[in-house]
């Protein structure tokens, strides 16, 4: 019962508007990416931004960072990158005599790992490994890693010498995978106008990592409808059945689609979630966790076209049943919905 006496959408979408408002002083256009960022970070997951160099990736991590008053530490791989320069190592302190533990960058709450493919295979695994364990152990001593707890990992899109593909069954451990297009002819021409701006801007904390804490507690009294349920489950299947999908999507997917639905009614200040809150998240939740056919990449089909493929063939429940669902509540659904279909 308390988890939904602090459900508070208002106090959600405020927070997130806030967040994004700010962000905006800053960065051109992106508003897709820096919302699927706030997604993962209500669904306490972690991303991977895929884009080419100098679309604003660690622009934007930093921005958000600084935005809710987070600790924020980058990393850029390297091939000789050890586990040990992001965990951390113990020292030899001569004055005691003692060996102290350095904490490595791991320990922030929003960590940008960027190029994450030019890492080895053994420091891939050890970030992936905390990432999962939210605690990291430095030579037999465990240490709890702060919260919130986020990893947003960078990737260039192109296969490039000297990079380590990441294994694709650990690719899920990422919640989204998030694509970062070039910005369009406007959005470039406005970022021309404003780089000096851009570049001297100091970004301002607006919220504390308390509110995103607060938030992430009104998760589980988000009302999703059994007909809601019902669609992601479909949702899921289908990526199973697509004929152009070797593996397709997993339980985890499913939670994945669950969380991160939740989280993007959250923001837009609701208690319930929408079909359309399932379908906004449903590309960068499932991109990542499909593996397609040989068949697919000789004839061309991507992943993107698989999901919009099974987003058009699953019938969509009609959201009239989530208002209902909202009255009987007591809530104060706002209907905006009514009269379509
Ligand atoms: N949408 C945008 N809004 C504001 N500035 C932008 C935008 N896109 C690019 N820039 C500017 O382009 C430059 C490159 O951005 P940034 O370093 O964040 O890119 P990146 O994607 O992290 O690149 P890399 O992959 O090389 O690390 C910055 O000076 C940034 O201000
Ligand atoms: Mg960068």
Known sequence: MSSRNSLDPVYAREVSAKILRNAAKVIVGKKRVLREILIALYAGGH???????????????????????????????????????????FVYDPKTGEFKPRKGPIFA????????????????????????????TIEGVTFKLPEPFMVIATMNPIEMEGTFPLPEAQLDRFLLKIL??????EETARI??????????????????????????MLPGVRVSREVVRYIVDLVEETRRHPYVKLGGSPRAAIALYLCSKANALIDGRSYVLPDDVKLVAKPVLRHRIILTPD???EGVSVERVVEDVLSKVPVPRPEIEEEAEEEMGGEAESEAGGEG
Do not use: C, W
Request: aromatic share 4%.
């Open 296 to 298: 697919a990449e000789f």
């Open 180 to 185: 970062v297009d070039y910005p369009s002819r």
């Open 47 to 89: 991303v991977l931004l895929e884009g080419v160099p100098g679309v604003a990736k660690t622009l934007m991590a930093k921005t958000v960072a600084r935005s809710i008053g987070l600790a924020y530490s980058r990393i850029q791989a390297t091939p000789d990158l050890l586990p040990s320069d992001i965990i951390g190592t």
């Open 192 to 217: 021309l106008e404003r780089i000096h701006r851009i570049q001297e801007f100091r970004v301002e904390p607006v919220v504390g990592g308390e509110d995103i804490m607060r938030i992430r507690s």
């Open 109 to 136: 709450n929003i960590v940008l790992f960027d190029e994450i493919n030019r890492a080895s295979p053994r420091t891939q695994s050890a970030l992936l490994e905390a990432m999962q364990e939210r605690q990291v």
